[in-house]
């Protein structure tokens, strides 16, 4: 599935092309259970009148085995197609998951812009498996196709009066049934975009859960996620009002085709154009033909359903990156000089520095608004509308960004653990636990302190931290982050903020620890923290989006007093 100009039907028409081979299993296996069940009304018509009407034992024993046969036959050829459909709607929704989780963890991003992430999380999973879907409706279709073409020729052998009617009536219901799919289509659509977004409502509430309570702002927060379930609870009921009519009707159409059918068979049988034996297969196939009527308007139902998911997968696959894909790879050794020039981006206005490699160097701010600008440079999530940053003289943009993002590794303070062990969140799930790498993320989670997180935990560093860390404080969270992002020994390591929510002297001691194991290599720390500023070896102060002053953390708080209201204050 690649991005561009992607269509839902482009998005559902290669899931079902990935699952060719089940589908045509599934439907040739499903073809014959329909052939199957067709065939039975018209063997029990041959039994009547060459068994039963004939009073004849040999004749009623053969077709009675016959008709044993036909029944073992369609029960396996349903099982096994049913079997194929089901696997191939499920593998087919699994390879879409992959693809819409591929595109956001792209490096390029763009894939999360405007969406919270429970929507891209309905998208992997609701619509995903409503386009996966669309396999087993095919299947579905084709079954009921058959049988209706063997219910057609089955009454034009019986009544060429019945097979017409049902061969030129079949198509028209088809019609109606279409027609009446796509209020539904359209319904369907909303109520997953209305959906979607009450399921990002709510992650984003359960996300922030602790800042909400502080800040008392619990009764708000429930009222507005209130208000977008209401929202997203009055568009699934008008889909389900949707659907329930279109099913209302078809099936309604439905019964009167089939009433038609044997309005017309009796009439036959009562004028002697038809036998007895024939009246009870023309009957029994106008009731048989009630199933694959009934599947069309589920089918059409599914259909509509899948291709409002399909256009919403395709909204996320066609979704352009953020930043352009530079096709240099990161030389190595990185050095890690960074440097930017004339830089424009939200809160940086023109802003020209210069980070010198092996340097442990702080940026305090003013505008916040600035730092997350700067952190999205650096990290390259967006790319500047002015100017460039360079890595060792490379500007980034002619760099590959999956190896860039190797080189220079942005923590940001907001970051989330993951559900597991706390060793788990810091050490790569490739790193050995012995020997070496034992030894560096020990020194890792001595450097944030967050072997004293460990040490207040039940089971040390194999307690489960919960998903998000919500079994941590704040403080611990900020600790285990900081040991994550020192454990992965970037060349370049930018970290915000990353001990706001620890005490003083804990913070002072985490400090000490970053400089110590960081040591020789570049760290760039956005902060306005006087504990951590004051390890640096080079301070410079952004003010209104510009350098505002560079120089040691002490010379800038005795000489500088917009640093020292930023700093101090």
Same mark, same amino acid.
């Given at each position: 599935?690649?991005?561009?100009?992607?269509?839902?039907?482009?998005?559902?028409?290669?899931?079902?092309?990935?699952?060719?081979?089940?589908?045509? !299993?599934?439907?040739?296996?499903?073809?014959?259970?329909?052939?199957?069940?067709?065939?039975?009304?018209?063997?029990? $018509?041959?039994?009547?009148?060459? %068994?039963?009407?004939?009073?004849?034992?040999?004749?009623?024993?053969?077709?009675?085995?016959?008709?044993? @046969?036909?029944?073992?036959?369609?029960?396996?050829?349903?099982?096994?197609?049913?079997?194929?459909?089901?696997?191939?709607?499920?593998?087919?929704?699994?390879? !879409?998951?992959?693809?819409?989780?591929?595109? /956001?963890?792209? %490096?390029?991003?763009?894939?999360?812009?405007?969406?919270?992430?429970?929507?891209?999380?309905?998208?992997?999973?609701?619509?995903?498996?409503? /386009?996966? %879907?669309?396999?087993?409706?095919?299947?579905?279709?084709?079954?009921?196709?058959?049988? @209706?073409?063997?219910?057609?020729?089955?009454?034009?052998?019986?009544?060429?009066?019945?097979?017409?009617?049902?061969?030129?009536?079949?198509? /028209?219901?088809?019609?109606?049934?279409?027609?009446?799919?796509?209020?539904?289509?359209?319904?369907?659509?909303?109520?997953?975009?209305?959906? *979607?977004?009450?399921?990002?409502?709510?992650?984003?509430?359960?996300? $922030?859960?602790? @800042?909400?309570?502080?800040?008392?702002?619990?009764?708000?927060?429930?009222?507005?996620?209130?208000?977008?379930?209401?929202?997203?609870?009055?568009?699934?009921?008008?889909?389900?009002? +949707?659907?329930?009519?279109?099913?209302?009707?078809?099936?309604?159409?439905?019964?009167?085709?089939?009433?038609?059918?044997?309005?017309?068979?009796?009439?036959? +049988?009562?004028?002697?154009?038809?036998?007895?034996?024939?009246?009870?297969?023309?009957?029994?196939?106008?009731?048989?033909? !009630?199933?694959?009527?009934?599947?069309?308007?589920?089918?059409?139902?599914?259909?509509?359903?899948?291709?409002?998911?399909?256009?919403?997968?395709?909204?996320?696959?066609?979704?352009?990156?953020?930043?352009?894909?530079?096709?240099?790879?990161?030389?190595?050794?990185?050095?890690?000089?960074?440097?930017?020039?004339?830089?424009?981006?939200?809160?940086?206005?023109?802003?020209? &520095?210069?980070?010198?490699?092996?340097? &442990?160097?702080?940026?305090?701010?003013?505008?916040?608004?600035?730092?997350?600008?700067?952190?999205?440079?650096?990290?390259?999530?967006?790319?500047?509308?002015?100017?460039?940053?360079?890595?060792?003289?490379?500007?980034?943009?002619?760099?590959?960004?999956?190896?860039?993002?190797?080189? /220079?590794?942005?923590?940001?303070?907001?970051?989330?653990?993951?559900?597991?062990?706390? +060793?788990?969140?810091?050490?790569?799930?490739?790193?050995?636990?012995?020997?070496?790498?034992?030894?560096?993320?020990?020194? +890792?989670?001595?450097? *944030?302190?967050?072997?004293?997180?460990?040490?207040?935990?039940?089971?040390?560093?194999?307690?489960?931290?919960?998903?998000?860390?919500?079994?941590?404080?704040?403080?611990?969270?900020?600790?285990?982050?900081?040991?994550?992002?020192?454990?992965?020994?970037?060349? @370049?390591?930018?970290?915000?903020?990353?001990?706001?929510?620890?005490?003083?002297?804990?913070?002072?001691?985490?400090?000490?620890?970053?400089?110590?194991?960081?040591?020789?290599?570049?760290?760039?720390?956005?902060?306005?923290?006087?504990?951590?500023?004051?390890?640096?070896?080079?301070?410079?102060?952004?003010?209104?989006?510009?350098?505002?002053?560079?120089?040691?953390?002490?010379?800038?708080?005795?000489?500088?007093?917009?640093?020292?209201?930023?700093?101090?204050?």
């Amino acid at each position: 599935m690649g991005a561009g100009e992607l269509s839902g039907r482009d998005v559902w028409t290669r899931s079902v092309k990935g699952q060719i081979r089940r589908v045509a !299993l599934g439907s040739a296996l499903g073809s014959v259970h329909q052939l199957g069940e067709a065939l039975v009304p018209v063997l029990i $018509g041959v039994v009547i009148d060459q %068994a039963v009407a004939g009073q004849n034992a040999g004749y009623l024993a053969l077709w009675l085995g016959v008709l044993a @046969v036909m029944y073992v036959t369609l029960s396996w050829s349903f099982r096994l197609g049913a079997k194929a459909g089901e696997r191939s709607a499920e593998e087919a929704a699994h390879t !879409l998951r992959l693809a819409i989780v591929g595109r /956001v963890l792209d %490096a390029r991003g763009g894939a999360e812009e405007g969406r919270l992430p429970g929507e891209l999380a309905n998208v992997a999973t609701e619509d995903a498996k409503r /386009v996966g %879907a669309v396999n087993m409706a095919l299947m579905a279709g084709v079954w009921a196709f058959a049988g @209706v073409a063997v219910s057609a020729v089955a009454l034009l052998l019986t009544s060429v009066t019945l097979g017409l009617i049902v061969l030129l009536g079949t198509p /028209v219901l088809l019609w109606l049934g279409h027609l009446l799919s796509k209020p539904l289509e359209r319904r369907s659509e909303a109520e997953q975009d209305k959906a *979607a977004h009450a399921s990002g409502v709510a992650a984003d509430l359960v996300a $922030g859960l602790r @800042v909400l309570k502080g800040l008392g702002a619990q009764g708000a927060a429930v009222e507005r996620y209130r208000r977008t379930s209401r929202i997203s609870l009055a568009a699934t009921l008008r889909s389900a009002r +949707a659907e329930s009519w279109q099913t209302g009707l078809v099936l309604a159409l439905t019964g009167g085709f089939i009433a038609l059918i044997a309005l017309v068979g009796g009439r036959l +049988a009562l004028n002697g154009s038809m036998t007895l034996g024939q009246l009870v297969s023309a009957v029994g196939l106008a009731l048989f033909l !009630l199933g694959p009527l009934e599947t069309f308007a589920w089918v059409n139902a599914e259909l509509a359903q899948g291709r409002a998911s399909a256009a919403r997968v395709a909204e996320v696959l066609a979704t352009g990156p953020a930043v352009v894909d530079g096709d240099d790879p990161v030389a190595e050794p990185v050095r890690g000089e960074l440097r930017l020039r004339g830089v424009r981006l939200g809160g940086l206005d023109g802003v020209d &520095l210069d980070l010198p490699a092996g340097q &442990l160097t702080g940026i305090a701010v003013t505008d916040p608004a600035g730092a997350e600008a700067l952190l999205r440079c650096l990290g390259r999530e967006t790319d500047p509308e002015s100017g460039s940053v360079e890595l060792d003289g490379v500007p980034l943009t002619r760099l590959d960004p999956a190896g860039l993002r190797a080189a /220079v590794l942005v923590a940001a303070h907001d970051a989330a653990l993951f559900e597991g062990s706390l +060793a788990a969140n810091v050490t790569p799930e490739d790193a050995s636990q012995d020997g070496a790498a034992g030894l560096l993320t020990e020194r +890792a989670m001595v450097a *944030a302190r967050a072997d004293e997180v460990a040490d207040s935990l039940p089971h040390g560093t194999a307690t489960g931290v919960g998903e998000g860390g919500r079994s941590l404080s704040g403080g611990q969270r900020q600790r285990v982050l900081l040991a994550r992002a020192l454990r992965a020994e970037p060349p @370049v390591l930018v970290v915000h903020d990353p001990t706001t929510a620890v005490d003083t002297v804990t913070e002072g001691r985490i400090a000490e620890g970053l400089r110590e194991f960081r040591q020789g290599r570049t760290t760039i720390v956005v902060t306005n923290s006087p504990a951590l500023l004051a390890v640096t070896d080079h301070v410079i102060l952004l003010d209104a989006g510009r350098v505002g002053a560079e120089g040691t953390h002490a010379d800038l708080v005795r000489t500088d007093a917009t640093y020292r209201t930023a700093v101090l204050a």
